[in-house]
């Protein structure tokens, strides 16, 4: 095999050969340099910075009326860069290779229409359908939003009817619903026992369309009439395959699709091309972008047969398999030898080194046998940076909003004051602004659904069990817990794991409520207080809703609070960085709570109940004799908070307490956009 040094001294050898026979004829001609004119070279950084040159030499090309352009290059993906970058200058290259029918709306509605048919309810999907611009119309857009808002968003409904329950009140977006359940319902009439021959599934899938859209909308366009084709020799030879199943049906027509192009029409640049190496032969253009010259690309590498070895290929009389990379090579040097020709390669392609192309290692060797260089377009590349090169980089300042003191919130929850405490710029969106966040389609539903059904069993049970605790408590608080799990939307398959948890949280819970109850002189569940104060003149109302009170014979009143995750620590409830407890405190003490005039605050307690080890856990933050000066504490801090936020120039900071940011990261940090000006991004630490 010959090692470089040894193709070096062949190409001199050759080089000073064809230099003698040039000299015989023009010995002041330079055969080589000759050769070389109008060929030049862009060493590009990656795809990106590639696709931004070739894009750049074409709408150059094009500032002379007579002259015409063509990029040829064998990456597919490559041309569609270069054509999305033409479309920043209203340019549009006729392209040979056409666009995938994948993309098209037509397809894009079928095989959404397909996946519903094994996944009916997939919010995602049917969020898809009803924005689609085929089935969506004028009239139609306020039934999507209403039906995303209202029925798509959230937990995954568990049935039709329970989609069609949460749009009741809705009558517009409810009949949107039905009828694409319909045709989903169409669409999956041929399964029988979970399985469908193509052909009948086809046809099935066709019907549903054309209801969804009607034929004039649906088959229109190359598009259109590309997916009739692709559906029809479906229905019409799919007789011959096995019965599928709805998932299977659909990665069929998954594949079948990502394998059709279409053929680009309309209204193209009459002299600007994008061309495959072979569409290339027959093309002349005074501007050729020869790009993708990287080994595996252009040429690709040669094709491994499974079953046939090359001596078994020579026998058959077969030719070999570096034949193709040949012809490439011809495609190559045919289309290198125009009259202005640029050669593009990227030094990484996908994020790892890339190799030049053979072809390009040859042609920079034979330049330099001859003492010369390829010329560079540098100034392409220059081009390239500076059209998407972005400004000096400002970072985002910690934002500061100062709205009127008069859109200023007088009243909030325990729990909106522990937020202006933690990040005052969520306080500013949500109770200012009223910018409420939106659940994700098929939210998942685990740990808010654990935490609302642990309060809900908890208050249903000690409104059905007032008195002593029954023999079979463990029972009736399991199977309240698991039902409030399946009225969340919990999926089976959590709702198994959790069913184990709840036995074992509820034996911890009947043992807790009897030693509890003990105690206590009444339970007092879900009780709402609230305190006005007078604050810089104006009225200031604080609110809570105590998950648990138990009044006590001495007079005490002490407040529990539920958490299924985990609860603040001691220090962060003295700081006061938690005051939910202690600000509940501060409206007992104060009289806020109707029923329990008179009593004192006793202890401040979390209930932390997981299922797992310990199956529940029940955490004293203050003791009955701390918890009435923790209160007063706790209101006196309130009142210098609420003073200072009455001060028009004191702004709602994002994140005053980032120490905390790990265990409550918030809603609205990319409102924020934390990120920009945040170096620690959500850990929290070293922030700004």
Known sequence: MLQPDDLHAGGVRHIQRGNDGADALAPDLDPIAEGLKGLSLISARNEEEAASACALLLREALEDPTRTAALVTPDQTLARRVNARLVRWGVVPDSSAGAPLAASPAAILAQHLAGLVADPLDPVRLLALAKHPLIRSEDDLEAATTLELKGLRGPAPRSAQALLARLDEHPAAKALAQRLL????????????????????????????????????????????????????????????????????????????????????????????????????????????????????????????????????????????????GLTAHDFAQAASAPDVILVHCERRGGAPAVESRWLWRLKTLAGGAGLKLPQRDDALDWARALDAPGTYAPYPRPAPTPPVEDRPRKMAVTRIEALTRDPYAVWARDILKLYPLERPDEPVEARARGTAIHAAFEKFSQAHPGPVPANAPAIFEALYMSELVSAGMPPTALARERALAREAAAWVADWERERRAKAEQIIVEAEGQLTLPINGNLFTLTAKADRIEPTRDGLAHILDYKTGAAPSKKQVETGFSPQLTLTAAILLNGGFPDLQGRKPGDLTYVRVTGRKPAGLEEVRVAAADSEHAAVQALDGLRALITRYDDPSQPYRSRTAPQFVKDHPGDYAHLARVFEWSTSGDDGEGSE
């Open 182 to 325: 319909a045709a989903v319902t169409h669409a999956a009439a041929p399964y029988v026992d979970e399985l469908a021959p193509p052909a009948k599934a086809a046809l099935a899938l066709t019907e549903a369309l054309e209801a969804l859209t009607g034929p004039d909308r649906l088959w229109i366009g190359s598009a259109g009439e590309c997916l009739g084709a692709l559906l029809s020799t479906l229905i019409e030879d799919g007789v011959v395959l096995p019965d599928a199943s709805a998932r299977a049906f659909a990665d069929i027509l998954d594949r079948l699709v990502n394998e059709e192009t279409l053929r680009v029409g309309g209204a193209t640049h009459p002299r600007l091309r994008i061309l495959g190496a072979i569409e290339a032969r027959l093309v002349r253009a005074d501007r050729l972008v020869l790009a993708g010259l990287e080994e595996g690309v252009w040429p690709q590498g040669a094709p491994i047969d499974p079953f046939l070895s090359r001596p078994m290929r020579a026998t058959l009389g077969l030719p070999p398999p570096e034949r193709r990379v």
